[in-house]
């Protein structure tokens, strides 16, 4: 059974401490994608980053130690959880997985977050994995993601690129669905 492991991005603190919003790991189309993925036969799991919202390596790195990673794996991030894997498997040369899917992908191109996502895209990604997927809106509204979009395909101009449209930073909030079929697909190509 390929295992699947889907992380969450980053939150405000409001929000993390709010009954109004799910926590981060059931919150957007994860829920519905995890669904959709284990009744397709899929060993899939939405890890939980404590403390999200304090942007600490130390939570975010802990976190993912904890998953079983091989090379039958997909690791699917958003935002910067998609930096969080980056950063991971980079500081992690023996890691070997499937799969490296990357949405709305933030890797701090600014640094605003001080050493959370302090690290180098590493040129030999594709000896860790076996392919890697990029899907960004067309209509993308924060300029760091679409910065480290370019950053990324110039880095590995063998990744697979999927443009979607007016999905925004593929929130809930933009998307107006919990559905996406365009993820689904990408995750069982």
Request: glycine share 6%; proline share 5%; with cysteine.
């Amino acid at each position: 059974m390929q295992k699947v492991y889907i992380l969450h991005g980053i939150c405000e603190e409001e929000e993390y401490y709010s009954n109004d919003y799910p926590s981060s790991s059931n919150s957007h189309w994860m829920p519905w994608l995890q669904k959709q993925l284990m009744t397709a036969g899929y060993n899939c799991q939405t890890p939980e980053v404590p403390m999200a919202y304090k942007g600490r390596w130390e939570d975010w790195g802990g976190t993912i130690s904890k998953l079983d990673i091989n090379d039958n794996t997909i690791l699917i991030g958003h935002s910067c959880g998609c930096g969080a894997f980056l950063k991971y498997i980079a500081q992690n040369q023996t890691i070997k997985l499937d799969k490296l899917i990357l949405v709305a992908p933030y890797i701090d191109p600014d640094k605003d977050y001080g050493d959370l996502l302090n690290f180098e895209l590493d040129s030999n990604l594709f000896n860790q994995v076996n392919s890697i997927h990029l899907i960004k809106s067309d209509d993308e509204p924060l300029a760091s993601v679409n910065k480290t979009t370019a950053m990324l395909k110039q880095a590995y101009p063998d990744l697979q690129y999927t443009e979607v449209k007016g999905y925004g930073h593929c929130t809930l909030f933009a998307m107006q669905t919990e559905e996406f079929p365009e993820l689904l697909e990408v995750v069982k190509k």
